[in-house]
């Protein structure tokens, strides 16, 4: 009989505040073999321990962890949040969680960060005994440990329902284990209802096709129509485009997109796609795709099939006609259906009323996991994240189309 690994998720978090060595020390106590925890970089470049990209939730202090040092993070008590019997309860360092794990037990460090492994590598270096398995959604990022360290064990974390891409990163990488979430473990039930999906809804850019160069146009465009709006060089402008993503990035937690960065920077919406649809000629990237054609074909056979975007719709029927693939759609929801970026949880809920039907009833499909399939999954619709035209065959597999 196969046994299980148990691995204690942020320490023993209903006994004690997650990731403190209180909740650790109760996890060992409890028997886990190994400890999940969540590492950050201080401002000025220490590893800690704490799962949120601000101190906000699980300490008495305020604002993002990249823009405090270790001393003003040490002030912070991480502990009267949960109970105030660990009031004073500190932040740990990760250096102090290896201290204190040893070789006893193991540790899974979920790392967030780029620039978080040229702190961490050196670490692991000083603790050799330490058994340590580096973890991340990042396919990236957890290829740039693989290129640093050969023999590191590394971890491939799933949110997505479909494991091919993630399975097939995680052996190119030669990592150790991949980490569906929870309710993905038994992702092949629901396709037993795959009967009742009536409407397929695909992101457009990057979903249905993919082109750097038009891509690398629309920034040019972002930063020009900057730029002459505030007075600046385009050279100001690409820092300030930086800056605000990064900012963005740190109270969203997660990456925005260009439009979300533009809007902070006073640009409007309704602005941000008249200087588009002026300045960007899709038809110099983009031809008829047969192949996306004859996928779409066969899925509109049986389905209805929606396009939600970001895009205009002038900007929308453009690279749908460009692509050979506009009269394959009952309704564009583009831009102009609310002026709210994705991902908006009222635009989204306002398009699946006029779609009509239960949550059971539809697919999400897109190549963005925050920004396009994140607020569908919340409302238990399933969805598919893609990263080439060839993906889309997975829709015709959970829908019997082919076998």
Known sequence: MRSFWIWAHRGASSEAPENTLAAFLAAEKAGAQGIELDIHLTRDGVPVVIHDVRVDRTTDGSGPVSRLTLAELRRLDAGSWFAPDFAGEPIPTLEEVLAWAGDRLRLNLEIKDAGTRQAILPLLARYPAARVLISSFDYRLLAAFRRADG??????????????????????????SLHPREDRVGFARMLRNSSQIQSLVFDLDGTLYKSDGLAKEIQTMA????????????????????????RLMESLEQEPTLTQTCQTLGIEVAEFHRAMQQQVRPERYLDADPI?????????????????????????????????IESLFRRLYTI????????????????????????????????????????????????????????LLQIHQILGIIP
């Open 336 to 391: 102009e259906f609310s002026w709210t970026p994705k991902p908006d949880s009222e635009t989204l809920q306002r398009v699946l009323e006029d779609i009509g039907g239960p949550p059971e009833s539809f697919l999400f499909v897109g190549d963005r996991e925050q920004i396009d399939l994140k607020v569908p999954r919340t409302l238990g619709i399933l969805t598919l994240l893609v990263t080439e035209t060839a993906d």
């Open 151 to 176: 023999g590191l064990p590394l971890g491939v974390l799933l949110e997505s329902a479909f494991w091919g891409r993630a399975l097939r990163l995680a052996v190119a990488i030669g990592a150790e």
């Open 292 to 324: 996306l054609q004859a996928l779409l074909e066969s899925l509109a056979e049986e389905c209805n099939l929606y396009l939600y975007t970001n895009n205009s719709l002038p900007m929308t029927e453009k690279i749908l006609a460009l692509l050979g």
């Open 223 to 246: 930063a020009a129509l900057v730029a002459d709006t505030r007075g600046v060089s385009l050279k100001e402008v690409r820092m300030l485009l930086q800056k605000s993503k990064q």
